[in-house]
């Protein structure tokens, strides 16, 4: 497995941006593909964003399409989520995952995952 810390969360106005960062540990960042996902208070943990091993293919979740934008630099073993024209109903705590398969929408298919960064929106 690997060890996965992300950062970047915070308090912003709607309409602002937001970049979240999440760095790996290990050797083998490559090797996986990684998501975002989200958990609102009294919700259930809802897809955010996946990319591919190599970076080249990425799949946003219907509500953050146009908006977010998710991307990783192997070299540095971190993954990004880049979130512009934020609302408050993206407000959560976001957590990255990595998945020693495919790149998928199912947050049981992840095998290790982050702490967890709270993002707030306010109107």
């Known amino acids: 497995q690997v060890q996965l810390v992300e950062s970047g969360g915070g308090l912003v106005q709607a309409g602002g941006s937001l970049r979240l960062s999440c760095a790996a540990s290990?050797?083998?960042?490559?090797?996986?593909?990684m998501g975002w996902f989200r958990q609102a208070p009294g919700k259930e943990r809802e897809f955010v964003a996946t990319?591919?091993?190599?970076?080249?293919?990425?799949y946003y979740a219907d509500s953050v399409k146009g908006r977010f934008t998710i991307s990783r630099d192997n070299p540095k073993n971190t993954v990004y989520l880049q979130m512009n024209s934020l609302k408050p109903e993206d407000t959560a705590v976001y957590y990255c995952?990595?998945?020693?398969?495919?790149?998928?929408?199912?947050?049981?298919?992840?095998?290790?995952w982050g702490q967890g960064t709270q993002v707030t929106v306010s109107s």
């Open positions: 995952a990595a998945n020693a398969g495919l790149a998928s929408s199912d947050w049981r298919r992840y095998d290790s």
């Open positions: 290990g050797r083998t960042f490559g090797t996986y593909a």
């Open positions: 990319i591919t091993r190599s970076g080249g293919t990425t």
